[in-house]
């Protein structure tokens, strides 16, 4: 996340609780539906940053998130040494061909996260399920797989802290197949998994 859109830890979560709070309202920080669906898409990340900006908004939503000496000195202080670490990375692995590789991660995960998921995610698709607000499925596989399983955004607000996004046969869930192999490797593990051990 740092090193992609330069935002500690505790702003994302802050936005993105804030926006499932309120979701599709004047206080939601990305609805197409009160912003406007092409602002959204285009402008998203703009909408995402202001919203991280204000105090008040991280102060609340953002309890319970890490608050260790990285986030503290590095991710908070620092916030624009992650793109620019992952630049000087590219450079020095590919050469030149690094800093084109670099511009499109810059554009990608805004334009898909911000732009794509919040804007047409609320605005274009199928629904499974009847929530409370305007979230879509982005309909055929292609979205899913560019977004690890994101584009399914209306399954995502009937569970919202589900690990799968998928739920039924045919929709792809990359970023569930992720999670499966780091767990598999002892590197992820469920919230319910370790309150369970540590019980």
């Known amino acids: 996340l740092w090193f992609r859109t330069a935002m500690p830890t505790r702003e994302w979560v802050a936005v993105h ?27 998203g990340t703009a909408l995402y940053h202001t919203a991280a900006h204000n105090k008040a908004l991280v102060e609340q ?23 620019t670490l992952t630049l000087l990375t590219n450079l020095l692995l590919f050469g030149a061909w690094g800093f084109a590789m670099w511009l499109v991660e810059m554009a990608w995960i805004p334009f898909f996260a911000a732009g794509v998921i919040n804007g047409l995610g609320h605005w274009w698709g199928y629904r499974n399920f009847e929530t409370p607000d305007h979230s879509k499925n982005l309909p055929g596989k292609f979205w899913s797989l560019i977004t690890a399983g994101e584009a399914l955004h209306n399954n995502h607000h009937h569970v919202q802290n589900a690990e799968r996004f998928s739920v039924h ?24 998994e370790t309150a369970a051990k540590a019980a």
Do not use: M
């Not at 609780?17 to 402008?43: E, L, M």
């Not at 939503?61 to 793109?83: A, C, F, H, M």
């Not at 045919?170 to 490797?185: Q, V």
């Open 17 to 43: 609780r804030c926006q499932h709070a309120n979701v599709d309202t004047d206080k939601d920080p990305h609805s197409p539906i009160v912003y406007g669906i092409w602002r959204v898409v285009f402008w």
């Open 61 to 83: 939503y953002g309890k319970g998130t890490p608050n260790d000496v990285i986030e503290r000195q590095i991710y908070e202080k620092y916030s624009v040494l992650g793109p």
């Open 169 to 192: 046969r045919g929709e792809l869930d990359p970023g569930y197949w992720y999670f499966c192999i780091l767990r598999l490797l002892g590197l992820a593990r469920l919230r319910q």
